[in-house]
């Protein structure tokens, strides 16, 4: 008895571990997705296809020489971008720097910037749950 007891302590302390260690990534999602559900009732969770539509379509409402993520971050995700003024970005891709978007302040700074240059507007919450989670799989 005494055995099982403590053996459901260490559990119960390992999952609440688990819980509590998520990470600043898994905290801007949890964020991104309350949000999202404020924004729209209907919102089911996030999606890497329109994350990855996202990455890659142009749109006309930005500046007109960064009409798409791509045109500083490449095609794949996986490799290096470079900046209009030749400056080298590395890889977006979670598989290629694993310590990307762990800042939950540099990530907003980043989605602020990019997001008003590409889409000529600030992303939604649903968008930037949808990128990251594009990210997340490559």
């Known amino acids: 008895m005494h055995h099982t007891l403590i053996t459901l302590i260490s559990l119960a302390a390992a999952l609440l571990a688990g819980t509590a260690a998520a990470g600043p990534r898994d905290d801007l999602l949890a964020?991104?997705?309350?949000?999202?559900?404020t924004a729209s009732p209907a919102f089911a969770g996030f999606s890497a296809a329109r994350g990855k539509d996202l990455h890659t379509?142009?749109?006309?409402?930005?500046?007109?020489?960064?009409?798409a993520c791509t045109s500083c971050h490449?095609?794949?995700?996986?490799?290096?971008?470079?900046?209009?003024t030749g400056?080298?970005?590395?890889?977006?891709a979670l598989s290629v720097t694993p310590?990307?978007?762990?800042?939950?302040a540099k990530v907003e700074k980043w989605f602020k910037r990019?997001?008003?240059e590409v889409l000529g507007r600030a992303c939604s919450a649903q968008e930037k749950g949808d990128w990251l989670t594009y990210m997340?799989?490559?």
């Open 31 to 37: 964020g991104y997705a309350a949000a999202a559900r």
């Open 57 to 67: 379509r142009a749109f006309a409402a930005g500046k007109a020489d960064t009409p």
């Open 74 to 84: 490449g095609q794949d995700p996986r490799g290096p971008g470079r900046t209009l």
């Open 87 to 92: 400056k080298s970005i590395e890889a977006m």
């Open 99 to 104: 310590a990307r978007y762990g800042d939950p």
């Open 114 to 116: 990019n997001c008003n």
């Open 136 to 138: 997340a799989g490559q």
